[in-house]
């Protein structure tokens, strides 16, 4: 008779961790229990959990509000979750959260989850385009993510992605997970980020795809002064008639810097129309 190999790993429920997913369940109480500290659900509260998985944070959420959403990608775990918490109020949406409509919900907003790695960098850019309907977010994802997130001007870890978040949230790396809190344990550390939305009156960019069309410009040629990665946007005249050093590069730059060289060409954009 054939004999197939055991799986590495198989876990509660008789659910297999699929890779397609990026599926690594928690299942630390202690951080488990940290995080929802953390996060400080009250009943009141409108939130909504991505990635709920086998229901790690989803059962102690669920224990502190009325009313609790999910998002899950993965139909057997959806199915299992409306199963097992009928009578709780939670409303189970199944399907993608990179083409969830989160202003389908009410405001304001509060998202968690243990993200997915393989889709973490989109989903967060995905989010950007609800910021003014959020509270604030509490996720967990890998360590080099989030030291991308709060990373600091002139870091090697600052890139394209700290200043799209940095414009809109203020970002705060709250503490380590370790991968055995893990199973399967990943083959990398995680972290756990608070992100709380900047009223849109404190954000001054007046045209902000051209913001992120300059972020994305720059960092596109990161290796490359401002002056060359640039060409076509801004020269080296615009730059300094915007207070900026066009010999510096990308990551040297803060978001008000970007928002001052995005807005310098949205004035310069109208000059003409003044004469």
Excluded: C, W
């Amino acid at each position: 008779m054939l004999r197939r190999p055991v799986p590495e790993f198989v876990i509660a429920d008789g659910h297999f961790p699929r890779k397609r997913f990026g599926q690594h369940f928690l299942t630390d109480r202690a951080i488990i229990e940290q995080i929802i500290d953390a996060i400080d659900p009250r009943p009141e509260d409108n939130i909504v959990e991505i990635g709920p998985g086998l229901g790690a944070l989803t059962g102690p959420l669920l224990a502190r509000t009325r009313e609790l959403h999910t998002i899950e990608i993965d139909r057997d775990l959806a199915a299992a979750m409306r199963q097992r918490h009928a009578a709780d109020g939670l409303v189970v949406h199944e399907g993608d959260a990179l083409k969830f409509d989160f202003s389908a919900l009410p405001a304001p907003l509060r998202v968690v989850g243990n993200l997915p790695y393989n889709i973490s960098t989109p989903l967060l850019f995905h989010l950007v385009e609800f910021a003014d309907r959020l509270r604030d977010l509490h996720f967990m994802l890998q360590r080099e993510v989030v030291e991308r997130m709060v990373a600091l001007p002139s870091r090697h870890e600052y890139v394209r992605l700290s200043v799209a978040l940095q414009y809109r949230f203020r970002m705060r790396r709250l503490f380590l997970v370790p991968p055995e809190a893990f199973r399967p344990p990943p083959k990398v550390e995680s972290a756990v980020v608070r992100m709380e939305p900047i009223d849109r009156l404190a954000r001054a960019a007046r045209d902000e795809a051209l913001l992120a069309r300059v972020v994305t410009q720059a960092f596109s040629h990161r290796r490359k002064t401002l002056k060359n990665a640039l060409q076509g946007l801004a020269s080296a005249e615009d730059l300094a008639a915007f207070g900026i050093d066009a010999g510096l590069r990308a990551e040297n730059l803060s978001v008000p810097d970007f928002v001052a060289i995005a807005n310098g060409l949205v004035d310069r954009r109208a000059e003409p129309h003044q004469h």
